[in-house]
């Protein structure tokens, strides 16, 4: 991939002659915009252009489906000397420029060459601000070796940018004269742009992880957040009919809460108060207590299924939550023994009181994971709580990674689908991302959502998240969409040896493994078939 890094607003440098080739010419668009951001009919081709303010009707707004591609047709093969595309960022609004932009040329709107790859500079500031990318001849260059000062011939010319959350497009330019001039290139048909794409393989990146289990144990009603041996055990290894234990199961499990028994909230909740070092120390406190604490219990569920299997060298991958120091904190607690308790909202301060406070509680719970000394458990990394990458968090996620990467220890992340900064989500510093379809909790998809967020995952070299919970036993509509997973992951070429975490409410698993009805068993055998591999 030819990468280009915008280190300045680049002269387009084009003969006096030149002209904007693409000004009221035809294009199509991959995937429409949002019908409250249209194309009113060639806006994006027709020379007016859109302000910091979305509202106006020159822009294209996009949401979902991975990524655009745009197809100007110039009418006529033409030299071709600039190339510029026009997007809005507004952060506050959700509106994110991309981070690259793929270029690519063709003679007969069929076979491709790439051109370039523009890479953008991080910027500052979360004001409404205008973003161009601009590909020059003169100044990058023509690729295949072309001699210096070369131009491109080309009739169509393509754009490809990946949406993330939402892409306001508006005015595209191709600088050039129609005709073939003297020092044009016809590129060779060849690569299009974008790099071979391919899921997160279970391996060295996911700390040996394949299955990953999210178990939840926060606050719950009735506490349905404590956890017994008996209760993870048909999570460690597959249970017959007769609750016989047969074979291992999922491989890695990740413990994290939602709320703490105060039910302020461990991630960012409009809804909720934020969490307190108290909070903290809570879960800490509750995960690694003795012989009743939820690690201490799975620990044991190991050892019985070690006993039964009779690999007694094995130990179980476990991963544990960082909670989200949320910017709403003013009074989280005093983490460094100074006497004054850290302020997260602090403009000048804030952010290094979130370090503080993650610091402290790794140290914690690296502390308690060594005197705990769980024979049957491996501890292989921690979890991203947040399942968004939002502009204001990028530094302490980035603070984060390297404080884990520091001790030998991988960062997971599992975004819900189309988050902010999903797609770059390696770029940010975690280790393994599986990717959230969400289509089990939103009545308005269709099988089709596993596809398209497969193809997310795909592209972005994610692994995929499975999710069920236990209305699934009672509701059919919602039986037929955990098959869709199943089904549908498989038919995207999603085998065994993907990376996979599995969302099953609290107990969803260890209801059905025990349950008398058999469709309601049935659940807990696709998933056992699934992981392993039994229904390819």
Known sequence: MRHIALLKEPMLHEPVESTNLALHKTYKISVPPESDYPDLGGELTDGIYGTTDFMEASWQGHSGKVDRKVIIDLETPSTIAAIKANFLEDIGSSIFAPDMLGISVSI??????????????????????L???????AEHGVPDGAPVGSTIYARYVKIHAIVNVWLFMDEIEVWGVAGKQAGA?????????????DYLRAGEATGGIRDLMLFYNGQYPNDAGNWSAAQFLPYVAYVDQQGAVQEWLFDGGVFLALYSDKMRSFMEDPGAEPS????????????????????AQLNEAVKQAKAAIGEHGYKMKVVFMIPFPSSQQM????????????NFCDP??????????IQWY????????????????????????????NPDDLALLDFTSNLTRSQGAKLFWIPYFNAASYYKWNKLGIDAMAYQPNHYFNAGTTADRIEEAARMAKLAGSGIEIELDERAFQQPALRQKYIDYLQGTI??????????????????????????DPRNRQLYDWIYDYVRGHLI
């Open 491 to 516: 038919a995207a070429g999603i085998t065994p040896d993907v990376f996979k975490a599995y969302y099953q409410g609290v107990r969803t698993f260890y209801q059905a493994a025990y349950d008398a």
């Open 108 to 129: 007969d709107g069929e076979n491709w060459s790439e051109v370039a790859v523009l890479d953008r500079l991080p910027a500052c500031g979360s004001e409404a601000k």
């Open 362 to 389: 790794i140290s914690e719970l690296n502390a308690k994971w060594e005197q705990a000394q769980y024979a049957h458990l491996e501890l292989v990394g921690f979890y991203w709580l947040q399942e968004a990458a």
């Open 331 to 342: 009074e989280f607690g005093d983490v460094d023994g100074d006497g004054v308790s850290e």
């Open 276 to 295: 307190r070092m108290e909070d903290w120390q809570w879960y800490l406190n509750k995960t690694f207590y003795e012989q009743s604490g939820d690690a």
């Open 348 to 357: 000048q301060s804030g952010q290094a009181a979130r370090e503080r406070a």
């Open 131 to 137: 973003v161009s990318f601009h590909w020059s001849a």
């Open 185 to 197: 290139v016809e590129l060779m048909p060849g690569k299009d742009q974008g790099p071979e794409t």
